[in-house]
């Protein structure tokens, strides 16, 4: 059984950075690739991210493009997402996911196994 565990999560200040983790245990040969989602109240999960493990090869949409950065760490099992000049509307929590799927529907929900139980952000005015 996959498991992914966020972390990092926190308050910080509107202009300023914030790095999130997702630990990965279980994760076989297969585990093809690592999605950062979030969800703010009352809104549906959006993408903001996603990593092929195989490759490093990363997908940002252009409404994070230039702010948001993803990364992974094969090795130990962990991937990253960077954020930097938080605004306010980046308040969510924050959701890791995991699929064996790299591919054009890497930004839906529908296409991972496994998720984790996600880790709130706040950004202040």
């Known amino acids: 059984q996959v498991q992914l565990v966020e972390s990092g999560g926190g308050l910080v200040q509107a202009g300023g950075s914030l790095s999130l983790s997702c630990a990965v245990s279980?994760?076989?040969?297969?585990?093809?690739?690592m999605g950062w989602f979030r969800q703010a109240p009352g809104k549906e999960r959006e993408f903001v991210g996603g990593i092929n493990w195989s490759n490093g090869n990363t997908y940002v949409p252009i409404s994070v493009e230039g702010r948001f950065t993803i990364a992974a760490d094969n090795a130990a099992n962990t991937g990253y997402l960077h954020m930097d000049n938080l605004r306010p509307t980046d308040t969510a929590v924050y959701y890791c996911a995991s699929t064996n799927r790299w591919g054009p529907g890497i930004d839906g929900t529908s296409w991972y196994d496994y998720w984790g139980r996600g880790t709130q952000v706040t950004v202040s005015s």
């Open positions: 279980g994760r076989t040969f297969s585990g093809q690739a």
